[in-house]
Nanobody, 126 residues
């Protein structure tokens, strides 16, 4: 069982930055690939970024490439999403998710993620 708690959301102006953190419980954090997803009102949940168990492999949605960076610290059981150059279309609830992984790959599909946080709201004003 893994419990995930996100923090760091808020209101920011376009062009600004936010740093989302996800704290995971348990002693097997390094066995999980991690992902950040988001869901805007009236839209389906979509992947933002993902990182493999070791942190060696990452994935970014095209819409955030070059602006967002995902990282993890397995010693501290945390995964970070650094968001720069934010745009109004980044407004959404952001979710952290954990995928029990048997190799060092990343997974883009939300269906493969086993545990989810409660979400944190990110609002970007124009």
């Amino acid at each position: 069982q893994v419990q995930l708690v996100e923090s760091g959301g808020g209101l920011v102006q376009a062009g600004g930055s936010l740093r989302l953190s996800c704290a995971a419980s348990g002693r097997t954090f390094s066995s999980y690939a991690m992902g950040w997803f988001r869901q805007a009102p009236g839209k389906e949940r979509e992947i933002v970024a993902a990182i493999s168990r070791s942190g060696s492999n990452t994935y970014y949605a095209d819409s955030v490439k070059g602006r967002f960076t995902i990282s993890r610290d397995n010693a501290k059981n945390t995964v970070i999403l650094q968001m720069n150059s934010l745009k109004p279309e980044d407004t959404a609830v952001y979710y952290c998710a954990a995928d029990r992984s048997w190799d060092d790959s990343v997974d883009q599909s939300s269906y493969n993620y086993d545990y989810w946080g409660q979400g944190t709201q990110v609002t970007v004003s124009s």
